[in-house]
């Protein structure tokens, strides 16, 4: 008998934060699916409105995923804030307890499920993920669209030579 392939889906944003990143993740999901994946959604955000199937399943990492989502909205604001973004960034400090608190949600919810890889969305995902990979033996695998520096960089949010840049790079390539 072939066993389905598992892969658990673990994003760093809610759903309906930008076009292009829900499309993304939304044909992912509907792909792999159609080619008999068994998908495990791990969010502390809402659930997604998608059809559901049998080969997707959603956990929700927070017993309150509308507050987490209201925090998450009200940080990414402060993120592309030009005044605000530079003294949080200016060290590594939020970004690791971010990841952190993530990651140890996660590894929760990871040793309930038997699936084959992690498939982590965006930066604080896939730091939370990297955090937690060796202890549970489970491969990760990151689709990170964009380099976030050179974003807020080009945004105008930081400036190119600055601590805060030099931070969130760092925190990009760990």
Known sequence: ???????????SHPFHIGPAEDSRMVNQIYHLVDLGVELHFI??????PLPKHDLFHFYSLSSHPFVYESIYRLTRRSFYNPLVAPLLLSSHRYLE??????SKKLEKALKTLDVDVI???QHVAAAACAKIKDKLGIPVVLDICGI????MIDSG????DSVPARCVREFELD
């Open 97 to 102: 307890l971010s990841a952190s608190s993530f």
């Open 1 to 11: 008998m072939v066993r389905t392939l598992r892969v658990a889906v673990v994003p």
């Open 157 to 160: 949010t930081l400036k190119r």
């Open 119 to 121: 498939l982590a969305i």
């Open 148 to 151: 976030w520096a050179e974003t």
């Open 43 to 48: 969010s502390p955000f809402r659930d997604m």
